[in-house]
T-cell receptor
């Protein structure tokens, strides 16, 4: 039982490049979410999904896209990377949004 | 006013000390209260989860919620070097689809 798996662990991008951060969970959780963690800011919600085919925006969605075609996977896409998107990104999942979430170990992203 | 306020520390204590970590929150509608622990370069992991006012104990950890004063505490007894981490207090509403709201975290260092 791997829990929540995020890939890659580290990535460096140039401004304007696009990329996809992968997130997979093997716990059959319906609720999945993406956060970014910045120094002095705490964790902020980017997008979330309450089940396959259903996604919604969180607190800081601009510049990011998500889709949820399966229960297991919830990729986060950066459309055109900007230095302000340099951060640590965490994916999390739970059975429902009312239950505590299980987090992956993060993707550390630097944009030059 | 931020929804969840948490002293960032750092807090340094000797091994065996009793540690008190505290948060205040602004919205009396919050119903669920959690403490997450985050080790360096890892994702947050759930420590304690409570719904009601009062104390909840789990081994060396005690979570305390005072809804009347909007105050949340985490006590660690007999602290160990392995407790060195950042502790995040988290609140949320009792409503499906609403997000977790994170404090910025308190960094604790326990020296042997």
């Amino acid at each position: 039982n791997a829990g929540v798996t995020q890939t890659p662990k580290f990535q460096v991008l140039k401004t304007g490049q696009s990329m996809t951060l992968q997130c997979a969970q093997d716990m059959n959780h319906e609720y999945m979410s993406w956060y970014r963690q910045d120094p002095g800011m705490g964790l902020r919600l980017i997008h979330y999904s309450v089940g396959a085919g259903i996604t919604d925006q969180g607190e800081v969605p601009n510049g990011y896209n998500v889709s949820r075609s399966t229960t297991e996977d919830f990729p986060l896409r950066l459309l055109s990377a900007a230095p302000s998107q340099t951060s640590v990104y965490f994916c999390a999942s739970s059975y429902t949004s009312l239950q505590p979430q299980h987090f992956g170990d993060g993707t550390r992203l630097s944009i030059l | 006013q931020k929804e969840v306020e948490q002293d960032p520390g750092p807090l340094s204590v000797p091994e065996g000390a009793i540690v008190s970590l505290n948060c205040t929150y602004s919205n009396s509608a919050f119903q669920y209260f959690m403490w997450y622990r985050q080790y360096s370069r890892k994702g947050p992991e759930l420590l304690m989860y409570t719904y009601s006012s009062g104390n909840k104990e789990d081994g060396r950890f005690t979570a305390q919620v005072d809804k009347s004063s909007k105050y949340i505490s985490l006590f660690i007894r007999d602290s160990q070097p392995s407790d060195s981490a950042t502790y995040l207090c988290v609140v949320t509403f009792n409503q499906a689809g609403t997000a977790l709201i994170f404090g910025k975290g308190t960094t604790l260092s326990v020296s042997s």
